[in-house]
């Protein structure tokens, strides 16, 4: 009982500081309390509960029976909206807080909000090696069912909260994509309903501009209801390499080497300078070796990037076997290091053995409870961007990331980017090896002013051929979005299956020159 009263006793001191400060006060100056109190026991009873619904959900088989009473029951929604005149422009009526995105989703107060009630696992086919979900399916549901019967996506995008939806609609990688490409290039099959509301299927040969043309299009070609995806066999752990490599030139020709051998299952880099970085390499493996077993997923271990750092700062190489499952989720604890920003002191042991177990805070809480005001301060003194450029402009790229914006450490991943229809492929008419460039903290640059800033980065990711990814603040104009991205095939499309007058284009949805 003891620890029940002293939790009872902080918390009520914490009222009454509240009440003498303001919330807002709190919030932005002391907001490490806040959310150790309250965000991280709520995000702990979010988990729960998602997990045990899931599980429940597919152990009595009753979601694929659900799915397609669902699904009707959104087709209805939107002949409704099209019976009432199509006043507004359509989007799903999932709260904007609940979104990974660090952007604020606006446009939803004002749009026909259709609820799209799809969480589930439908079917795990072994055999044509293929997982049938719905969008709301998160990265955490899939690897704790997957891994538990020993099969795995081929690119299992990092935060546990990322979902189905969010990764075909935007976009996905994770350390594989060097192998296997983006996460809309394991994708098999979509179901959508569309600004009619009929359902339609589509593959890459079923209805297949549709299917090229639905990544990265942020919904506005219609409600995604559920997506196939290939599945491979998994192993129980990652046999990880870690080397430090000093010296930029060197970096860049190390990471490019090692992202070119398919042997290598996983290929990652973590750059804490311009000229110092750790270059990772994995493969799967049932056998590891006992004293080299790392569970770096335990709530009282280092963060992974800490963790990391140590190969660095110690200048030795390291060997380490790190179970499958934590190996995917090794960024989730630390949100990959942008927790140390609002718990400065969440890396310290006495930190983590006391409440590790509830890290980390849920990102959707955290939006819930930003405030405008905090919100805004972020937006102008914080950056959270991922840009994908070719690997020959790697060493170009991150001249242009240190002069800009100085943020680090920086995340450096690997992806093959096939010559495919759609927003997003390679200038020419080959395969291209491409790496995503993750800047995610405060700016170091002397006068940071983020509108010139990050417009400074995108012009040179233009300039390259490559792209910026749409879940974060976005300072592009139309003309300048669209020399980004093709959209030859969207627009075609959304001419032919009456978008324009049912969901916004993409542009509109997620810049901020659109926006505001």
């Given at each position: ?441 405060e700016p170091r640059v002397k006068h940071f002013e983020a509108r010139s800033c990050m417009r400074q980065l995108e012009k040179f990711v233009r300039s390259v051929h490559g792209f910026q990814m749409l879940y974060a603040d976005c300072y592009m104009d139309r003309e300048e979005f669209w020399e980004m991205f093709d959209g030859s095939l969207y627009h075609k499309l959304r001419k032919q299956l009456g978008c324009q007058d049912a969901f916004p284009e993409v542009y509109d949805k997620i810049c901020k020159a659109a926006r505001h």
């Amino acid at each position: 009982m003891e620890p029940a009263v002293s939790l009872a006793v902080c918390a009520l001191l914490f009222l009454l500081w509240v009440r003498v400060k303001g919330l807002e006060f709190v919030l932005i100056h002391q907001r490490w309390v806040f959310v150790c109190l309250f965000l991280l026991p709520l995000s702990l009873i979010f988990d729960i509960y998602y997990y045990l619904r899931a599980w429940v959900v597919f152990r009595l088989s009753s979601a694929p029976r659900l799915h397609e009473q669902r699904v009707r029951d959104i087709q209805k929604q939107v002949r409704e909206w099209k019976e009432q005149g199509s006043k507004t422009f359509m989007c799903t009526g999932r709260p904007g807080w609940l979104t990974v995105s660090l952007r604020v989703g606006k446009y939803k107060k004002t749009h026909k909000n259709i609820m799209i009630n799809l969480m589930d696992i439908l079917e795990v086919d072994t055999k044509k090696q293929i997982v049938r979900v719905e969008p709301l399916v998160s990265m955490g549901q899939v690897t704790a069912l997957l891994t538990s019967i020993g099969w795995t996506l081929p690119v299992l995008p990092e935060l546990d909260d990322l979902t189905v939806g969010g990764l075909i609609m935007g976009t996905g990688i994770e350390s594989s994509s060097h192998k296997y490409g983006l996460f809309q290039h394991i994708c098999t099959a979509y179901e959508l309903v569309l600004a009619d509301g009929s359902f339609v299927r589509c593959t890459p040969s079923e209805n297949s501009d549709l299917f090229y043309a639905v990544p990265w299009s942020c919904g506005t070609l219609g409600f995604l209801v559920a997506a196939e995806i290939r599945i491979i066999p998994a192993k129980k752990y990652v046999k990880l390499r870690l080397e430090p490599v000093r010296g930029l030139e060197a970096i860049c020709d190390k990471f490019t080497r090692e992202s070119q051998r398919l042997e290598n299952h996983f290929v990652e880099g973590l750059l804490y300078s311009l000229d110092e970085a750790v270059i990772m390499t994995g493969v799967m493996t049932d056998e590891a070796e006992p004293s080299k077993l790392n569970s770096i997923g335990s709530y009282y271990k280092p963060w992974f990037f800490k963790h990391v750092e140590n190969y660095l700062k110690t200048n030795r190489e390291g060997l380490e076997y790190i179970p499958l499952r934590q190996y995917y989720h090794r960024h989730t604890r630390s949100i990959f290091w942008e927790l140390q920003d609002i718990i400065p002191f969440g890396n310290n042991p006495v930190f983590r053995y006391l409440f590790g177990w509830m890290v980390p805070p849920k990102i959707s809480l955290l939006k819930l409870t930003q405030g405008e005001t905090l919100r805004k301060l972020y937006e102008q003194h914080h950056v959270v961007q991922d840009m994908l450029v070719p690997m020959k402009c790697l060493q170009q790229a991150l001249h242009t990331f240190h002069n800009d914006i100085h943020v680090y450490p920086i995340w450096l991943c690997p992806f093959i980017l096939p010559s495919q229809p759609g927003l997003v492929h390679p200038k020419g008419d080959e395969t291209e090896l491409y790496v995503d460039i993750g800047a995610y903290g405060e700016p170091r640059v002397k006068h940071f002013e983020a509108r010139s800033c990050m417009r400074q980065l995108e012009k040179f990711v233009r300039s390259v051929h490559g792209f910026q990814m749409l879940y974060a603040d976005c300072y592009m104009d139309r003309e300048e979005f669209w020399e980004m991205f093709d959209g030859s095939l969207y627009h075609k499309l959304r001419k032919q299956l009456g978008c324009q007058d049912a969901f916004p284009e993409v542009y509109d949805k997620i810049c901020k020159a659109a926006r505001h």
